[in-house]
């Protein structure tokens, strides 16, 4: 077996890794995002259970996990609680928790399975980690999570279009979430091709295209200025092939120009939608004058949706629209503090790192999702969700620590001179 598929212990017994369950957990993180629609539209499943086929599956996934995880671990979870990203995403669980009792929740049941869904994830997460090298682990799930989503994106392109052109379900699998998955699944792939982990050329356009053609207009801007930015700042990308990308990407909104017209017609006479900037003027607005009403810890978990009112003709807000409203609405400053403590403990660490394309491209999804930020939301998660803080952040220390052994290894004057070992076989043998 290969490095990627098996390790070895000190006896020298060769064992899984857990490579192939960490693709499995990858792929499902992705593709749960269509199973409600999947549950109603193909196996003919109630609006109200719907949803329970997604969370069902998370917790039997969970438990695949675990069974597999069973056995000694190559790294310990208290090891793992020395970085401080890790902390923060246990310590933003550890309240939401507790929020939930004094959360103005619709249904407490059901907030606290929500909840247990979210720390599954997570929990999922970590087990893969203390049975694999993050480096390994990461590129694993990362390729699940492309091909999932790429899996998603050929579905899109054959479902029904919506009333206003865009792609996607309205009440099951809407444009703005499509659109994330796309974007955050061609981020994970850039992350992979600086690496030389694979092609994944084919699959970027496909995302590429797909993400344009959703017309989510906040993850469009977001994915644009993540994009300049990794653009720019990338110094391993030649000047002919950013050249080559640049002249594609306005090639591709120029093919879609005629569709994109016909949009902004639709857009300018919707009314007061969330979609809309004065729907989502209104969200904030009440968001942000309820959230006053308790300005320390909030209403707590999953206290927006059929709690708040509708907006314009009977909009039902799933969220606040804007992350640091949604933390703030829910958890008051603590939450505000949580969601800072979450994205700038990333941040420091990948200022740490010495590999620059991978912290370019790491750099660029974080930009992406603090602008994208301002106009969306997660119901129950940061805009960039706690498992995924929870890999990178293991994931960035280990790319430091190599970085941090590469050096040393070169900065050694011992290094130039070759061991026993490599020696030629004809020096050391004998000279009879």
Request: glycine share 6%; net charge neutral; aromatic share 12%.
């Amino acid at each position: 077996m290969d490095q990627e598929s098996s390790i070895q212990n000190e006896h020298g017994i060769s064992r899984p890794t857990g490579i192939d369950m960490a693709f499995a957990v990858g792929f499902f993180f992705s593709f749960r995002w269509i199973l409600s629609l999947f549950a109603i539209t193909v196996l003919g499943a109630e609006v109200h259970t719907s949803g329970g086929l997604s969370l069902a599956l998370n917790f039997l996934f969970l438990g695949f996990v675990c069974i597999h995880s069973l056995g000694s671990a190559d790294r310990k979870f208290t090891s793992m609680l020395r970085l401080t990203s890790l902390r923060w995403v246990m310590a933003f669980l550890t309240f939401s928790l507790i929020s939930l009792a004094w959360s103005s929740t619709a249904s407490l049941t059901a907030s606290l399975i929500y909840w247990c869904a979210m720390a599954a994830d997570v929990a999922m997460v970590i087990l893969l980690l203390r049975a694999a090298p993050a480096i390994d682990v990461a590129s694993s799930l990362f390729k699940g999570f492309i091909w999932s989503t790429c899996f998603i994106a050929v579905i899109v392109w054959i479902m029904p279009l919506q009333p206003d052109l865009r792609l996607g379900n309205k009440d099951f699998f809407n444009t703005n979430q499509i659109a994330e998955l796309c974007a955050f699944a061609i981020f994970l792939a850039q992350y992979l091709m600086r690496r030389k982990d694979g092609r994944w050329g084919l699959a970027v356009v496909l995302l590429a295209i797909t993400l344009l053609r959703s017309l989510s207009k906040t993850t469009l801007i977001a994915f644009l200025l993540g994009q300049i930015f990794l653009l720019i700042m990338d110094r391993s990308v030649s000047r002919r092939t950013k050249v080559i990308l640049t002249v594609a990407a306005a090639a591709a909104v120029f093919a879609f120009w005629g569709l994109i017209e016909s949009y902004y017609d639709v857009y300018t006479n919707a009314g007061n939608q969330a979609e809309t900037l004065t729907g989502r003027l209104g969200i904030w607005a009440y968001v942000l004058n309820a959230g006053f009403e308790k300005p320390w810890i909030g209403h707590g978990f999953n206290s927006i949706w059929k709690v708040v009112p509708t907006f314009g003709d009977g909009f039902e807000a799933r969220h606040a629209e804007n992350d640091l409203l949604q933390q703030f609405y829910s958890y008051g400053a603590v939450g505000i503090t949580l969601l800072a403590g979450l994205y700038t403990s990333l941040y420091r660490q990948l200022c740490r790192l010495s590999n620059k394309p991978l912290k370019m491209v790491l750099l660029s999804l974080l930009l992406y999702i603090v602008v994208r930020g301002f106009a969306e939301a997660e119901p129950f998660d940061p805009l960039l969700p706690l498992w995924a803080i929870a890999l990178l952040g293991i994931l960035i220390e280990q790319l430091t620590n190599c970085d941090d052994q590469n050096e040393v290894v070169t900065a050694s004057p011992l290094a130039q001179f070759p061991t026993l070992d490599a020696l030629p076989q004809s020096l050391s043998a004998d000279p009879r």
